[in-house]
């Protein structure tokens, strides 16, 4: 199957490891974004060396940003060196792009978790899980050329490099550290409990299966932890004073944004424990003591966090 791939928007090499890498696996995402060229543009202008190697327009064009046998930062997984860099390395990132998960308020669908007139989204454009997964019930709507094109994309890259035509079944279930030694096609959301890309419209996977000849795999998921117990009044204070101590040795621009995230979510009932973070430092590890822990993802990300994993908070420019 013959694929053309535009390469006008290639990123300079400062922005990804021009080391030549075997390739097993990849992995899909969205972009959470605009048009293509703005996602682009973003990652060229951060410097972090967080890109995939392609991303697919609206109108099913596909942007080769840098060599797929190159890599870039992109799963984001917290998992312990050496494995971590190892499965960024293996896996080729494609983005769709989409702005993601929608927020409902009154009835009207909006983007990026901001309410206004600018990222009202219409209902035919979008996809309505039925229930929410990752904090959000409905998405923007792939188009049926982006899939078609992702479905190409695919068979063409799993027939260049030894990368099995499988992907993890059941597609939207989070499996974590047990996908570590995973070759074939994983989405995001796999890897990330704190992600939602793909979105879980099963005609994606139904495309791949039928352009790119994937079979799904089964995998058995990592255990749920225990649910957490309702803490006391006395415990929530504890905590509270535990908290303010280890937000006060971070950077004071990244503790006041921190701050205001646990606000926001003891509102909701939902209660953060930290751990000690580095001195002035713009990153701190967290883990739920008590409620939804969906809300954690949603809030941060509204509030302009930088980065958010399951684990981990880190603040933008801070």
Not at 99 to 109: A, I, K, N
Not at 116 to 121: C, E, G, L, V, Y
Not at 251 to 260: E, F, V
Request: proline share 7%; charged share 25%; net charge negative.
């Amino acid at each position: 199957m013959t694929v053309h791939v535009d390469r006008n928007l290639r990123l300079p090499e400062s922005q990804y490891f021009a080391e030549r890498e075997r390739k097993t696996g990849i992995a899909i995402h969205h972009t959470v974004c605009g048009a293509a060229k703005t996602t682009v543009e973003l990652w060229a202008a951060d410097a972090q060396h967080v890109a995939t190697a392609y991303v697919i327009e609206r109108d099913g064009t596909i942007f080769e940003t840098f060599d797929p046998e190159h890599w870039a930062y992109h799963l984001g997984v917290r998992w312990p060196q050496p494995l971590r860099t190892a499965f960024e390395k293996r896996f080729i990132g494609i983005e769709i792009a989409s702005e993601g998960g929608l927020s409902e308020r009154d009835g009207v669908l909006y983007a990026f978790d901001q309410v206004s007139a600018q990222t009202m989204r219409a209902r035919a454009q979008s996809f309505d899980h039925g229930t929410p997964y990752r904090g959000y019930r409905w998405f923007d709507r792939y188009e049926p050329a982006q899939l078609a094109a992702l479905g190409r994309l695919v068979d063409d890259l799993c027939g260049r490099f030894p990368i099995p035509r499988r992907y993890p079944n059941p597609p939207f279930d989070y499996y974590g550290e047990t996908l570590a030694e995973f070759e074939g096609v994983i989405g995001h959301a796999n890897v990330r409990s704190d992600k939602s890309d793909p979105a879980p419209d099963g005609a994606l996977w139904a495309t791949l299966e039928d352009l790119a000849h994937l079979a799904p795999t089964a995998v058995v998921a990592p255990s749920p932890p225990p649910p957490s117990a309702r803490l006391s009044r006395r415990e929530i204070e504890t905590l509270f004073h535990e908290n303010a101590r280890r937000i006060n040795a971070m950077s004071t621009a990244a503790g006041s944004m921190l701050k205001a995230l646990m606000m926001e979510l003891e509102r909701r009932r939902v209660y953060l424990r930290l751990a000690d973070p580095t001195p002035h430092g713009h990153a701190i590890e967290y883990s739920v003591a008590q409620g939804d822990a969906s809300l954690v993802g949603r809030l941060a990300r509204a509030l302009g966090f930088k980065s958010v994993t399951d684990r981990w908070l880190e603040v933008r420019d801070a």
